[in-house]
């Protein structure tokens, strides 16, 4: 069975920086295809955050974390990561672990992000 677990939520500081990870087991292999890091506050949609496309050739960001959030993967490790840097308050949601597989929608269990003074 196929298993995406994240880790590394927390709490931050605005300003501050926090790194998560999502460790793929199963048949998904995170340099075999696009994993996506979504993120969902309480009452709203959940939106994607950002993609790493198969091998890592590209990637892709919401504009509201452009320049602030990188999507990487550790292919020896089957860990796709987020490090989060310069953390808003706007960015405090559950974050979520995502690839596609044979049509199927795999997700991860996903961690908590609080950022607040």
């Known amino acids: 069975q196929v298993q995406l677990v994240e880790s590394g939520g927390g709490l931050a500081l605005p300003g501050g920086s926090l790194r998560l990870s999502c460790v793929a087991s199963?048949?998904?292999?995170?340099?075999?295809?696009?994993m996506r890091w979504y993120r969902q506050a309480p009452g709203k949609q959940r939106e994607l955050v950002a993609a790493i496309t198969i091998g890592g050739a590209s990637t892709d960001y919401a504009d509201s974390v452009k320049g602030r959030f990188t999507i990487f993967t550790d292919n020896a490790k089957n860990t796709v990561y987020l490090q989060m840097n310069h953390l808003t308050p706007e960015d405090t949601a559950v974050y979520y672990c995502?690839?596609?597989?044979?049509?199927?929608?795999?997700w991860g269990q996903g961690t908590q992000v609080t950022v607040s003074s």
């Open positions: 995502n690839s596609v597989s044979r049509f199927v929608n795999y």
């Open positions: 199963g048949f998904i292999r995170v340099g075999s295809n696009v």
